[in-house]
């Protein structure tokens, strides 16, 4: 990591209030500053990015600062914009490259999964891939099946990926920082529904691999159950654990913040001194991430474990069908609940 | 130095180590998966595709690159990387799976590459390596280097997307980029026509483009050689991406135990006449220059000799490699 160069002249990290979408624009804007390698590619970026993350606190698109050789608005080829990054990163780049949604990633797997990521490994060290693939997920309100996926356990499963979900601006802003430092491709997965979140930024970079508590426990330092989460599901899971502290119950929030590598250690500990572990993530539960964490605290712990997610359904358009695949303060707080046969 | 007895000295080393790659592949796994003879004796194991006839496109259009301009191959690529500039001991160790082989023993003949002469990899998936050579091409534009991009890849690849929109991308960013379509006919065991639609469809698709497309007879080296030594002049003064289509011959199976019983005898030793070492050889014995040519494929038996004998000699990588060079990030956080 010496090879970034911080623009900040103070001594303290400046702070500043930005939505999830901004403190990215922050982050990326930082970065390209700093290292003139760092150049971003993708549909619409000339406009800021569909979802406005492409553009600086003040408004302008990071094209108008850095200019159209780097910020690239590329042809709608997914899998070209995939593969040049790979290509561009062989040749000395650090290409950041957005996917528009994590579902449109889907026509470039290849070029993530087997040029990518198997790169390094398979040239015996020759190759280093440092590319950021933004594929923004989650249920996004009435965008139905094709504009609402959570793939995070696919690219999990996928030896040489680095695998990233921030939660708030704040780690927003600290990992995607960390992200294009680490010279490893990262899947970088920001949430849809977070994009206007505001929240107080540290323009500091926040390592990965290393989970966040959250919420914490009662004030006795007494837990009585692990939740554990990531992206926009940690916010329902604070609100779940809010109403069971009414209940008397303390439950401690982990966000992950990295899904690979995931802080196993961090997670290990909180459900030893709980003895109860839920995990809850809004995708799809089945063959999900959460069934990695939950059979990892079972093997190597105590504690009860259970795990929450969608059920296996293509998310619906309609309002009514949405919901179903939305994972509810309701239905966190009723599984903790059952994990502490208290329901 | 693009003159014949150069580029004869790059086709018959490529010919050579195809020849011993074979001969070292042979009672491995047969056509269709199942093993045969002795493995102790098989030296190269897992598919090997040949480049065997296919040396005059490799060796042509290499010849006017250099270590800093950049490369991406085919699951064919033997040839590309040695004419590229890679050392033949290197590569064997690699198709043996030595640690001392290129990719560490983790590659093999698929992924045979060497970055440090510009060779970013042969592929094991169809059409993957256009896109790369473009975002290559592009990180070289944007770096001002003045180095260039070349891609290798077969007649059957151009039928896969990504061949569309690593082409388009070229011609709208107008990236110093060299495509270079080996055509031998067939796409693992079909032949290609009947599965193309349009006719010339390497060169026609990149003419729908705007881009500039020649053909050439690609068992005439001197013919490749000079179509690819105009194309590469014209993207280096800044024209954007060019085509090359050149036609050529596959003359071994798919892979190295595929006998290619679906092809007529008939048509095989037709082509063969068509040999580009043959037609190479032949015209520098009218040049006068029989002898300097039989010196140098005695020259190039032996290097490739040497290369078998060094990699059946060097060691096996350790099982602790498998465990190296995945990622950086979160090692030695736990396994
Ligand atoms: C995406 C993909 N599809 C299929 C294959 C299996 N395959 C390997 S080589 C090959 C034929 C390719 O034909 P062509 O591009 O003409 O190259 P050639 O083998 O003739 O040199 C096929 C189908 C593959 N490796 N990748």
Known sequence: MTDFATTNTANEPRVSTLTYAQAAAAALQEAMRADQHVVAMGEDLGRGGVFGQYRSADGRNLVDIFGEERVIDTPISEATIMGAGVGMALAGLRPVVEMRVADFALC???ELVNQAAKNRYMFGGQGRVPLVARLPIGIWTASAAQHSQSFESWFAHVPGLVVVAPSTPADNYGLLRSALQCGDPVVYMEHKELWGMSGEVVHEPVELGRARVAFSAGPSGRTDVTLVSWSRQVHVCVDAARALAEQGIHAEVLDLRTIWP????AVLASARRSGHLLVVHEAVQAAGFGAEVAATVAEHTDARVARLGAPRIPVGYAGSLELESRVGVEQIRQSALRLLKRA | MTDLLSLFRTMVRIRAFEDAAEAASQGGVSWGGAATG????????????????????????????????????????????????????????????????????KGGSMHIADFSVGMLGANGVVTAGLPIAVGAAHALKIRKTGAIAVSFFGDGAINRGPFLEALNWAQVFKLPVLFVCEDNQISATTKSAPMTAGTNAASARAQSLDIEATRV?????????????????????????????????????????????????EEVAEALKDDPILRARALLAQRGLGEQAARIEAEAKAEIDAAVAAASAAPAPDAAAAYTDILTTGEGMWK
């Open chain 2, 217 to 265: 007879d690609g068992n005439d080296v001197e013919a490749v050689s000079d179509a690819a030594s105009q194309l590469i002049a014209q993207i280096r003064a800044g024209s954007g991406p060019r085509l090359l289509h050149a036609i050529t011959y596959r003359q071994k199976g798919h892979v190295s135990v595929d006998p290619a019983t679906y092809r007529k005898q």
């Open chain 1, 108 to 110: 470039a797997i290849d």
């Open chain 2, 38 to 105: 002795k493995p102790g004796e098989v030296r190269v194991k897992g598919p090997l595709h040949l480049s065997t006839g296919q040396e005059a496109v490799a060796t042509g259009v290499c010849a006017h690159l250099g270590p800093e301009d950049l490369l991406t191959s085919t699951h064919r690529g033997h040839g590309h990387t040695l004419a590229k500039g890679a050392d033949s001991t290197k590569m064997m160790c690699e198709l043996f799976g030595r640690a001392t082989g290129y990719n560490a023993g």
């Open chain 1, 262 to 265: 995931w802080d196993r250690d």
